[in-house]
């Protein structure tokens, strides 16, 4: 069964710091990555996504993607308690479907 | 604006009732798709549908029915066959072209047993 998998957390950063948020995939055949951010009780929105390997800054965020140890990772600079929200990372699955990761929690502490 | 729409945003169904949650988008996607999720866990796939007059099932169909007749419109029925329906519900649409296309959400309807 094709995975995503993310730590639940909660991760818990001072504000101003880098947080740091991994995902793993078990789907050698995954083309795109994406990352979204989910505040409590509303929907997912997407912040960024990612094809190649290496690194995709916008913004605050940078999105990091390494095919060949299967992760991507997430990190958001400057920590703001705004940014405390859980965050899902999708990956592609076959045309046009994603799986989605079960989320992690971060908290940004003023 | 463009968008995608959900209704209702609370849904309460009474035990042995079908219901319907709407979803609209204006995007002018040809992809939609249907979520649950429960707390604490990430977004299982219900149905999706790549074109009009065409869907398939999800990870977890049993108990949903789904018909798009309209590119614009999704519709979900939560038929009485579904145990366990309390769950928030999202619509997702992309574009459907090539494979690097993200989805995106509605604002989601939360679905509660009466």
């Known amino acids: 069964q094709k995975e995503v998998e993310q730590n639940s957390g909660p991760l818990s950063v001072p504000e101003g710091a880098i947080a740091s948020l991994n995902c793993t995939y078990s789907?050698?055949?995954?083309?795109?990555f994406f990352w979204y951010r989910q505040y409590s009780g509303k929907s997912p929105e997407l912040i960024m996504s990612?094809?190649?390997?290496g690194d995709k800054e916008d913004g605050r965020f940078t999105a990091q993607l390494n095919k060949a140890s299967q992760y991507v990772s997430l990190l958001i600079r400057d920590s703001q308690p705004s940014d405390s929200a859980t965050y899902l990372c999708a990956g592609s699955t076959g045309f046009q479907k994603l799986v989605f990761g079960t989320g992690t929690r971060l908290l940004v502490s003023p | 604006d463009g968008g995608i729409t959900q209704s209702p945003k609370y849904l309460f169904r009474k035990e042995g009732q079908n219901v319907t949650l709407s979803c609209e988008q204006n995007?002018?996607?040809?992809?939609m798709y249907w979520y649950r999720q429960d707390p604490g866990q990430g977004l299982r796939l219900i149905y999706y549908s790549q074109i009009v007059n065409d869907f398939q099932k999800g990870d977890i169909a049993e108990g949903y029915s789904v018909s798009r007749e309209k590119k614009e419109s999704f519709p979900l029925t939560v038929t009485s066959a579904q145990k366990n329906p309390t769950a928030f519900y999202l619509c997702?649409?992309?574009?459907?072209?090539?494979?690097?296309?993200?989805?995106?959400f509605g604002d989601g309807t939360r679905l509660s047993i009466l």
């Open positions: 995007l002018n996607h040809d992809a």
């Open positions: 789907d050698r055949g995954s083309q795109s």
């Open positions: 997702a649409s992309s574009t459907g072209q090539g494979w690097n296309q993200p989805q995106h």
């Open positions: 990612i094809y190649s390997n």
